[in-house]
């Protein structure tokens, strides 16, 4: 168990429509990553919140929006679904934003779009 | 495409025998880490290598780093039906953002 925690496990919903996938850090941890996965595209880098304040973006959709709450834990906002959003979406977490911090990976949601 | 590409794609062993997978990446990095994955489930650390490191041993676990030829390899030695897993390499060319690698499927057959 790496200590951080995501919910829901599994979400199940169709096109067009919005889901809220929710990330708690590891205590102590301030940063927190989201990850995708997909059997097309791998585990991709969407984005990282440090302290309340976004630090870096990498693949991220603009129908996609994150943040990070004063009690550290995040939140990834997916709207206008679409099939191709169906993956596995996971969070990590890091006691510092530099290079090299080892990431704490949670179990993930695997989010179904029909 | 992406920075780290792992190699093979996919591995059948006894249990007993010794797994070796091979990363390779494009950019200088400041850090390389493997990590494993049980069939759909969430990532697990096994070990961080940094670039002035070019071995790092942790248990089974043997992880050398090459960064002339920006590569790495993970070692699992004396393997178990247990280590049956993906196992991904990632790297930090972009600063704190991994990017990995397409994995290496692991089947270890008791």
């Given at each position: 168990?790496?200590?951080?925690?995501?919910?829901?496990?599994?979400?199940?919903?169709?096109?067009?429509?919005?889901?809220?996938?929710?990330?708690?850090?590891?205590?102590?941890?301030?940063?927190?990553?989201?990850?995708?996965?997909?059997?097309?595209?791998?585990?991709?880098?969407?984005?990282?919140?440090?302290?309340?304040?976004?630090?870096?973006?990498?693949?991220?959709?603009?129908?996609?929006?994150?943040?990070?709450?004063?009690?550290?834990?995040?939140?990834?906002?997916?709207?206008?679904?679409?099939?191709?959003?169906?993956?596995?979406?996971?969070?990590?977490?890091?006691?510092?934003?530099?290079?090299?911090?080892?990431?704490?990976?949670?179990?993930?949601?695997?989010?179904?779009?029909? | 495409?992406?920075?780290?590409?792992?190699?093979?794609?996919a591995l059948s062993i006894q249990e007993g025998e010794n797994a070796?997978?091979?990363?390779?990446?494009?950019?200088?990095?400041?850090?390389?880490?493997?990590?494993r994955?049980n069939s759909?489930?969430?990532?697990?650390?096994?070990?961080?290598?940094?670039?002035?490191?070019?071995?790092?041993?942790?248990?089974r676990?043997?992880?050398?780093?090459?960064?002339?030829?920006?590569?790495?390899?993970?070692?699992i030695t004396a393997s178990r039906a247990a280590d049956t897993a993906s196992y991904?390499?990632?790297?930090?060319?972009?600063?704190?953002?991994?990017?990995?690698?397409?994995?290496t499927r692991v089947l270890v057959k008791p």
């Amino acid at each position: 168990d790496s200590g951080v925690t995501q919910t829901p496990k599994h979400l199940i919903t169709a096109t067009g429509q919005r889901v809220t996938l929710r990330c708690s850090p590891r205590s102590g941890d301030l940063s927190v990553y989201w990850y995708q996965q997909s059997l097309d595209q791998g585990l991709q880098f969407l984005i990282q919140y440090y302290n309340g304040e976004e630090r870096a973006k990498g693949n991220i959709l603009e129908r996609f929006s994150a943040q990070q709450f004063p009690d550290l834990h995040s939140e990834l906002n997916l709207s206008s679904l679409e099939l191709g959003d169906s993956a596995l979406y996971f969070c990590a977490s890091s006691v510092g934003w530099g290079i090299g911090d080892e990431q704490f990976f949670g179990p993930g949601t695997r989010l179904t779009v029909l | 495409s992406q920075q780290g590409e792992e190699d093979p794609q996919a591995l059948s062993i006894q249990e007993g025998e010794n797994a070796t997978m091979n990363c390779s990446y494009k950019t200088s990095i400041n850090n390389l880490q493997w990590y494993r994955q049980n069939s759909g489930r969430g990532l697990v650390h096994l070990i961080l290598i940094r670039s002035n490191e070019r071995e790092k041993h942790s248990g089974r676990l043997r992880v050398t780093l090459d960064t002339s030829k920006k590569s790495s390899s993970l070692l699992i030695t004396a393997s178990r039906a247990a280590d049956t897993a993906s196992y991904f390499c990632a790297t930090d060319a972009q600063g704190n953002k991994l990017t990995f690698g397409g994995g290496t499927r692991v089947l270890v057959k008791p």
